[in-house]
Nanobody, 117 residues
Framework: QVQLVESGGGLVQAGGSLRLSCATS????????MGWFRQAPGNERELVGT????????YYADSVKGRFTISRDNAENTVYLQMNDVKPEDTAVYYC??????????WGQGTQVTVSS
């Protein structure tokens, strides 16, 4: 079992930066692949990006590629989402998730990010 708690959301102006954190419980954080998702009002939840459990390789959705960076600190059991050059369309509730095998089995409660134009 792992519990996930996101933080760092808030209001930011377009073009600004924000860093989200996802703190996890449990002793096996390094065995989980981690991901960030977001959901805007009226939209389905979408994948923002992922980071692997072993090599730390990353994947990003085209909409955030070059602007967002995912990193993880296995010693601190935390995964981060650095958001740069944010746009109003980045406004959403952001969720972190964890997986060990198939499927994202663990989710945080979400943190709101609002980008003003």
């Amino acid at each position: 079992q792992v519990q996930l708690v996101e933080s760092g959301g808030g209001l930011v102006q377009a073009g600004g930066s924000l860093r989200l954190s996802c703190a996890t419980s449990g002793r096996t954080f390094s065995s989980y692949g981690m991901g960030w998702f977001r959901q805007a009002p009226g939209n389905e939840r979408e994948l923002v990006g992922t980071i692997s459990r072993s090599t730390g390789s990353t994947y990003y959705a085209d909409s955030v590629k070059g602007r967002f960076t995912i990193s993880r600190d296995n010693a601190e059991n935390t995964v981060y989402l650095q958001m740069n050059d944010v746009k109003p369309e980045d406004t959403a509730v952001y969720y972190c998730a964890a997986r060990q095998s198939a499927g994202w089995g663990y989710w945080g409660q979400g943190t709101q990010v609002t980008v003003s134009s």
